[in-house]
């Protein structure tokens, strides 16, 4: 294997919580993407304009983003994470079951806000328990992590294109003259942000013809083991409360030896740090206490702050670049022709999903400080590249490609550093979750208004500044790096590769 044996020790102790971790992220990347190809049956369904279904998209993501604030209220216990995991992964099954029911745009936009909700948790929780497990192995893992929900989110729209409508499905007098701009309309739509489409007469009664509900049955199956999972996780873990029984699992060899040994000095030290360690991580409301403030440096907050600017920045691009690439790819000058054009977000993401899957073997040869720093100068060159060459069409589709694999790997390094940084004991996932989902929001909404005022150039010179503000946050975490106090003499004294140390030995902690 290409990694060394304790990791891949490591690896095999924590298999099926790691497995099941995984899977729960590509039940996240399934319901996230669905919604673009869909949105205009579901606009048949609840009969509704296109300014109104927008806002589906703007409640999923304005829950999305709150479900990732409270998503550490849940990891005080490892079975209050696994409960919450549960019914966040059940819910989203259960969201793509009764969407084919939801026939008002209300009614519609309240279950993806709960959608949303659980996307939000399942973020927040699966990215700390990883950083929980694997600790200075993490990046590895995490990169995987985020493999899987492009994964999930390449699946979807793929799931959905045998049921969308060719032809609008709300037939009416109007219908024909409205039917030949559905491709357009179907790729030109952002979140909240319909734009220049208002122009376009899509009728809202009529007789509905619409088959996309199969879609969502059908996605509600595929997601149905991920719930399941998470259940046989908590059964093996004794938590489900009808099969808990008194009697704990046998203890293994190792685990035993480790259990008979004498307390030495090391282990009390290596306890006293873990149960500190276990105090980080919590909700971004309880993270922004006083009490978790008293006697923290300076530079604290600046690796909180910095990292998740980065964030804010490199996930704000990726939402805003799949959102408009496809708007400013028909536009002049370029005027590519709408099928070719339509090609565009799907490399994108195609390439997002393929960086995650090289970064794999990548992040366990490289240290993700290096990883972000390649990240955030590969996206600013790529933008100044599509800047110089803007007239061309074929450098349009190898930039976007190129923009992809840069910034793929951007998050979970990121945090893999960030925690690193601050020794597993501050409240980085938290906020840096938190950090990229409102980018990935504000970001798409503000560089949409630009376009609609100054023009469609704007989208890349939008692009380059906001990589170009990512450069200068990382510059800025780098030096607070270099400034972050050093752990104590007891806590250097705590090796990784040291046998004698719980916290190393893999074992998934209650």
């Avoid at 704990?248 to 060899?253: N, Q």
């Avoid at 899957?357 to 933008?383: C, D, E």
């Amino acid at each position: 294997m290409w990694w060394d044996e304790r990791v891949s020790a490591r690896f095999r102790r924590n298999l099926q919580p790691t497995l099941t971790y995984w899977s729960v992220f590509f039940s996240f990347g399934l319901c996230i993407a669905f919604l673009g190809p869909t949105l205009l049956d579901l606009r048949c369904q609840t009969q509704s304009s296109l300014s109104q279904i927008t806002w589906v998209f703007f409640s999923q993501q304005f829950c999305l983003l709150l479900g990732s604030c409270l998503g550490g209220v849940f990891k005080r216990t490892l079975a209050q994470s696994l409960f919450a995991l549960f019914a966040s992964s059940l819910a989203i099954s259960l969201v793509f079951a009764i969407i084919p029911l939801c026939h008002n745009v209300v009614v519609l936009a309240v279950v993806m806000a709960v959608a949303g909700l659980a996307m939000g948790c399942i973020d927040t929780i699966s990215n700390m328990q990883l950083v929980k497990i694997y600790q200075k192995d993490s990046a590895i893992f995490l990169q995987a992590l985020h493999f899987f929900v492009g994964f999930g989110a390449l699946l979807s729209p793929l799931i959905a294109d045998p049921f969308l409508s060719d032809t609008n499905c709300i037939l009416s007098n109007s219908t024909a003259n409205a039917s030949s701009n559905l491709p357009h309309i179907r790729k030109s739509l952002v979140p909240h942000h319909p734009g220049n489409l208002s122009h376009y007469d899509l009728p809202m009664k009529g007789m509905v013809v619409t088959r996309v509900s199969y879609a969502f049955w059908i996605m509600a199956l595929i997601n149905l083991p991920v719930p399941i999972a998470v259940f046989f996780l908590l059964y093996k873990e004794r938590m489900v409360p009808c099969f808990n029984s008194s009697s704990h699992p046998l203890l293994s060899a190792d685990e035993l030896a480790m259990e008979a040994r004498p307390v030495e000095k090391d282990d009390l030290s290596t306890s006293v740090h873990r149960a500190h360690a276990a105090g980080g991580h919590d909700d971004l409301f309880s993270c922004c206490q006083s009490k978790n403030f008293r006697g923290a440096s300076y530079t604290y907050f600046a690796v909180h702050i910095t990292g998740a600017l980065v964030l804010f920045m490199t996930d704000g691009i990726v939402g805003e670049y799949s959102g408009f690439i496809y708007s400013y790819a028909v536009e002049e000058p370029l005027s590519v022709v709408h099928k070719v054009a339509g090609y565009l977000p799907s490399l994108f993401w195609g390439f997002i999903t393929l960086g995650r899957l090289i970064s794999i073997p990548v992040s366990y040869r490289m240290k993700p400080a290096t990883m972000v720093f390649i990240n955030v100068v590969g996206v600013l060159i790529t933008f100044l590249l599509l800047l110089i060459f803007s007239s061309s069409v074929v450098f349009l589709f190898v930039g976007t490609a190129s923009l992809g694999l840069f910034l793929s790997s951007t998050f979970p390094s990121m945090l893999a550093y960030t925690e690193d940084i601050l020794q597993y004991k501050g409240c980085a996932t938290t906020v840096l979750v938190t950090g990229a989902g409102i980018g990935e929001m504000v970001l798409q909404l503000l560089v949409g208004s630009i376009i609609h005022d100054q023009g469609s150039y704007s989208f890349l010179v939008c692009g380059m500044i906001f990589g170009g503000l990512a450069f200068t946050f990382y510059a800025f975490l780098l030096f607070f790096h270099r400034m972050y106090p050093k752990p104590s003499s007891d806590m250097d004294a705590v090796s990784p590769d040291k046998p004698a140390v719980m916290d190393d030995t893999g074992q998934y902690q209650r």
